[in-house]
């Protein structure tokens, strides 16, 4: 069993739909929880980043984290075409030897019709 | 895009041969980072590095061998590629202390044939 679990989708929505994308968790050590989006043949870039449980707003993306459930999710608000992406979650157990040794989902496909 | 670069962005091997793949920075990050990327895995962490000379395996480092003899290069060695290890390669870094970024670079697409 992986240490993360994402549906990989693909996952096809209309231009201005809410999106709910989630991972789940089996290592309880996990408290650094992070949204990367990447666009075809190009290098991931991080949307959101979360410590520990709650929830994190920026801009029409909001993540939640809830530790108890090991369950997260990110919610786009009226997406846009521009948001049609690879939406991959990150986890980590903190810093060690400083450095942020990152677990992936497999990550979900999005497309936003217009 | 940060400053990383990584080279090739492309290449064709043979099975059996070595490979080294490089990624070079301008941020003067303490960590970097090598992953793959294969379909149904996301990415996975091959070795990473905490300072020059320091270095240290990931999850998926059977085959692999890292170096890093300057704070901006951290390089990637395949000893004997085989077609398993066909897959895309990214770079990343990462600044020292709490809650920090990791970069990625724009990645290594490698097929070994």
């Known amino acids: 069993q992986k240490e993360v679990e994402q549906d990989p989708g693909p996952l096809s929505v209309p231009e201005g739909a809410i999106v709910s994308l989630n991972c789940t968790y089996s290592?309880?050590?996990?408290?650094?929880f992070m949204w990367y989006r990447q666009y075809s043949r190009k290098g991931p870039e991080l949307l959101m980043y979360?410590?520990?449980?709650g929830n994190k707003e920026d801009g029409r993306f909001t993540a939640q984290v809830d530790k108890s459930s090991k369950y997260i999710s990110l919610f786009i608000r009226d997406s846009q075409p521009s948001d049609s992406a690879t939406y991959l979650c990150?986890?980590?157990?903190?810093?060690?030897?400083?450095?942020?040794?990152?677990?992936f989902g497999q990550g979900t496909r999005l497309t936003i019709n217009p | 895009d940060a400053g990383i670069t990584q080279s090739p962005r492309h290449k064709v091997t043979e099975t059996g041969t070595p490979v080294t793949l490089r990624c070079h920075q301008t941020e003067n990050h303490r960590y970097m980072y090598w992953y793959r990327q294969d379909p149904g895995h996301g990415l996975r962490l091959i070795h990473y590095s905490y300072g020059v000379k320091d270095t240290d395996k990931g999850e998926v480092s059977d085959g692999y061998s890292v170096s890093r003899s300057k704070t901006e290069d951290f390089l990637l060695t395949l000893e004997s590629a085989t077609s398993s290890q066909t897959s895309v390669y990214f770079c990343?870094?990462?600044?020292?202390?709490?809650?920090?970024?990791?970069?990625f670079g724009q990645g290594t697409r490698l097929t070994v044939v």
């Open positions: 990343a870094i990462s600044a020292y202390g709490p809650n920090t970024e990791a970069f």
């Open positions: 290592n309880s050590a996990f408290q650094y």
């Open positions: 990150a986890m980590s157990p903190g810093q060690i030897q400083g450095a942020q040794k990152l677990v």
């Open positions: 979360t410590y520990s449980s």
